[in-house]
Structures are given as structure tokens and as C-alpha cells.
């Protein structure tokens, strides 16, 4: 029977807002998980709040035990009892990284925890992975499982005679209250970012934020706008249904039908990622651990930055021509993270092309066993090359073809990525083959076919290739005030 008024108050406070939740997400043509997500990471603006209120001038316990009871508690709402699989990792990891601290086996430890990690994430992904986007545990696990490995590989760096370039090495070993606290600090735990637990850890204790200038200005600009992406996502879904370019009466649309669709349909879910980040961000800025002193440069005075920690570059991400581009405006935490702790890692291989294959397929592991995910990072990499390619032979032209060609340029980037996102939202063979074979594979074979096309083109101002994926991180962060030493995750403006 319905629920009426006194039945409704006689019900606890969560089985109310449960039910609430699942009339707005049947509303929204969306699922519960999905809105139950958008309120945890909306949580972290009056934790923040809170946090200003009460916590901010507090001792460094309370803070730590403040930020990981806060964030197990959104974690428990979100997920349930599937949070359990966080804290016993996170206690699995420290014992492996006390007993490598005591007996002096940093390199082991780091390799233990990687092992372990990416081993409990994928057979969460074995037990519980679906054909569609699955909102669980193995969420903020995915997430998790890139801090422990960070946490580790620190750990052992901060052991080594030389620590590597770009490292952020930890000489002492942590609590476990601090490290509980970092793996669990609600503006990071659920969608990230990732940051160093030496930026974490002095951002608690007071000697990251210098200055307030600015932060409040600065969360509600990142708030409002991740809102806006987030309802536009919400009315796009309506138009453009992820399913329809799987189905079968798909194909009696006329191919430049089927890649306007594709188009769209790969537009909005790309978008869908930038609101979260967005949202999520906002948190970190009220916190404060987004903070950033900008150094006078250039007659230029000092000023505070709320952006070290964004994810996201809105503005460039929409605007660039290139692939390159996209990689210094999307993601940006975990192209960082994957430069630092895989792609130069691999060095040893001595083949930029190599390592970034390396990169890329730890990627695809990352997210699951699927071969969509395989499919869209092979297809990234053969793109990368292929603009590579293309901007080392002719350039780009001067005069009055210099704007249509960057035009043309920010349209086929914007068709490449969205028809990546075939594979990466069908996920399994079927539907990725489906989806790849209503466009006929053009993207595939266009990008496999630049390379040697280009050299039948006469050859016009040579640019610098991208190189790579950690190579284009690189170059963005070339002129950030990135300190790799303290950990503190920046981003160029």
C-alpha cells in the first residue's frame, strides 16, 4: 500500500530519504546508486563547512580522526557494508608496509602493495562488474588502490639513497590514524583526486594554507558550475540514451546520423566525469587542501590559487584542438599519478613508445577486465601517434587557413573522443563491435592510416611531437609550480 503521512514519519530518517532518493532517481531516468553519489560528494561541502567551524584550529589528532571518521561515514552511506572492503585493505596494506619498514624491505613492500591492491580491485570487479556502469564499492576502491600504491612507492623512495625525479618521498613512517585519515578524507576517498600523503599530511597540520583570500569565491564558482554540467548531463542522457548506438535499429539511420549520435552520446558522458570532478572539488577547496601560493613572476604580484588539486580544466578541455589538450585538461590527477608512478618507472624499458603502452595498459587493468576499457586506451595510443604525426609534417598552416584548421582540428578530437567512449561505456565485445561497426571502425582506420597518408603531404612548419601520455603531463607541468618534494599537486593556469 502507499505510505501515508504518519506512516512516513514513523519511518527512520534514512528510510525516508531512501525513498525520496529513489523518486528523484526514477524521476531523472537515472538509478538510486547514482543519485546516492551526488549526495556524497555534495556532503563534502558542509563537512567542509563543519570542518572551518570546528576543526580547523584544532590539535592534529582530532583533524586526522575528524577527516576519517567523515569520510567512513559518507563511504557507509554510499556504498554500505561495502565500505568494510576499504578499511581491511587499508589494514592489510599498513601491515605489509610496517613489516617492509622494520625489516628495511621498502622494494618488496612497494611491490606487495601493488600486487595486493590491484589484486583485491579486480576480483571485486570479477564478483560484482555488470555490462553497465556500475556504482559500488569497487568505486571509491578503484580510487584506493592508486593511494596505497602512491603511499608504498613513497615509502620507498623516501628509503633510497637518490630519490627518483618528480617523487614525493616520505622519510618517516606514518600512523595509522593518519594513514586511515588519508585514505579516507571525503574530499578524495570517493572519485579523488590523488594527491601525496605529504601534501595530506601538511595540509593537516597547518602548513599548507597560508591565506583564505579567494576560497569561498572559488567553491561556489567550482560548485555551481559542476551543478550546471551535471543538469545538462541529466537533459542530454534524455535525448541521447547510451544504449541506442548498441541496438540494432541503430543502423537504419544514415551513417552521418549515426555520427552526430555518437557524437552527442560520447559529449555528454565525457561531461557527466567533469561535473563530478567539479562538484567534488568544491569540497576540496573549502577544506583547503586545494590551496596554491603562486610565486610573483614577471612584475606579476604573489597571489593564492584554489586550484591544486583540480581535476579538470573546463575552459581548456572544451576549447583545445588537440588530443594533447585533452590530456592537460581531463583527468588531470591521474594522468599526474600514472606519469610518477608508472610511466617513469618504466624507464628502464628505454622506448618512450613502450612505457606509454605500459601506462596505458595499467589503465585498462585499472578499470576492469572488459576489453571495451583495452580497446579505448589501444585506441588513445594509436590517435596520440596519429596527431603526432600529422603536427610534425605540416603544422599548422598560417594566414587565413589557420582558423578553419584549428576548427577542424577541435571537431576531430571531439569525434575521437566520443567515439572512444563506444567501447568504454559498451565495455564487453559485443556491444563495443556493435557500436564500432555502425560508424564502420572509421576512426580506427583514419588514425591507423595518418601516419603514412602525412607523407604524401608536403611538409609544412614542424612542431614538437606530444610524445606521450606522461610526456604531455610533463610538458603541461613543465611550467607549474609543481613541488615534487613536498608532494603538492598543481596545476598550470
Not at 394 to 421: E, I
Not at 440 to 457: E, Q, S
Amino acid at each position: 500500500r502507499h505510505l501515508g503521512w504518519r506512516d512516513f514519519h514513523s519511518v527512520s530518517f534514512l528510510a525516508r530519504l531512501a525513498t525520496m532518493l529513489h523518486a528523484i532517481a526514477a524521476a531523472l531516468g537515472t538509478t538510486e546508486p547514482a543519485i546516492r553519489l551526488l549526495v556524497v560528494l555534495l556532503a563534502g561541502s558542509p563537512l567542509g563547512a563543519l570542518y572551518n567551524l570546528a576543526f580547523v584550529n584544532q590539535g592534529n589528532t582530532l583533524k586526522y580522526l575528524y577527516f576519517a571518521l567523515s569520510g567512513a561515514a559518507v563511504c557507509f552511506y554510499g556504498f554500505g557494508l561495502g565500505t568494510l572492503h576499504l578499511i581491511a585493505t587499508i589494514a592489510a596494506v599498513y601491515l605489509i608496509l610496517l613489516v617492509a619498514h622494520k625489516t628495511k624491505k621498502h622494494v618488496i613492500g612497494a611491490g606487495a602493495t601493488f600486487v595486493f591492491t590491484m589484486g583485491y580491485l579486480l576480483w571485486g570487479y570479477f564478483t560484482h562488474a555488470t555490462e553497465q556502469y556500475d556504482i559500488d564499492w569497487t568505486t571509491p576502491h578503484c580510487v584506493l588502490t592508486l593511494r596505497l600504491i602512491s603511499l608504498a612507492f613513497d615509502l620507498m623512495d623516501g628509503a633510497a639513497a637518490v630519490p627518483p625525479s618528480d617523487s614525493a618521498p616520505l622519510k618517516e613512517f606514518p600512523g595509522p590514524l593518519q594513514v586511515l585519515s588519508y585514505c579516507l578524507y571525503y574530499g578524495g576517498v570517493v572519485v579523488g583526486p590523488q594527491f601525496s600523503f605529504s601534501l595530506y599530511s601538511a595540509f593537516v597540520e597547518g602548513k599548507l594554507v597560508t591565506s583564505t583570500a579567494g576560497r569561498t569565491a572559488a567553491w561556489a564558482t567550482r560548485l555551481l558550475l559542476g551543478l550546471v554540467y551535471i543538469a545538462v548531463v541529466a537533459v542530454g542522457m534524455g535525448f541521447y540514451p547510451d544504449e541506442q548506438i548498441y541496438r540494432p535499429e541503430f543502423l537504419s539511420n544514415s551513417f552521418f546520423s549515426r555520427l552526430a549520435t555518437v557524437f552527442m552520446v560520447g559529449k555528454i558522458n565525457l561531461m557527466k566525469y567533469i561535473g563530478v570532478w567539479l562538484v567534488n572539488e568544491s569540497s576540496c577547496i573549502l577544506t583547503g587542501i586545494s590551496f596554491r601560493a603562486v610565486p610573483a613572476s614577471e612584475g606579476a604580484p604573489a597571489r593564492v590559487a584554489w586550484d591544486g588539486l583540480s581535476n579538470c580544466s573546463p575552459l581548456e578541455f572544451e576549447s583545445t584542438p588537440t588530443l594533447k589538450g585533452v590530456i592537460g585538461s581531463f583527468n588531470i590527477n591521474t594522468n599526474h599519478w600514472v606519469m610518477r608512478y608508472i610511466y617513469k618507472r618504466l624507464r628502464f624499458l628505454n622506448n618512450k613508445n613502450l612505457s606509454m603502452l605500459g601506462a596505458l595498459l595499467f589503465l585498462a587493468v585499472w578499470h576492469g577486465y572488459y576489453i571495451g576499457y583495452f580497446i579505448t586506451f589501444t585506441l588513445e595510443f594509436i590517435a596520440l601517434r596519429a596527431e603526432d604525426s600529422l603536427r610534425a609534417r605540416v603544422g599548422v598552416p598560417s594566414g587565413p587557413l589557420h582558423y578553419p584548421t584549428l576548427v577542424l582540428a577541435w571537431f576531430a578530437r571531439n569525434m575521437v573522443l566520443s567515439y572512444s567512449m563506444i567501447t568504454f561505456i559498451g565495455k564487453d565485445l559485443a556491444r563495443s563491435h556493435a557500436g564500432l561497426m555502425s560508424l564502420f571502425y572509421c576512426i580506427h582506420i583514419a588514425c591507423i592510416a595518418v601516419p603514412f597518408l602525412v607523407t604524401l603531404l608536403p611538409r609544412g612548419k614542424r612542431e614538437k611531437p606530444t610524445g606521450t601520455v606522461a610526456a604531455a603531463a610533463v610538458e603541461k607541468g613543465a611550467a607549474t609550480s609543481t613541488a615534487a618534494g613536498l608532494g603538492e599537486e598543481k596545476k598550470d593556469k
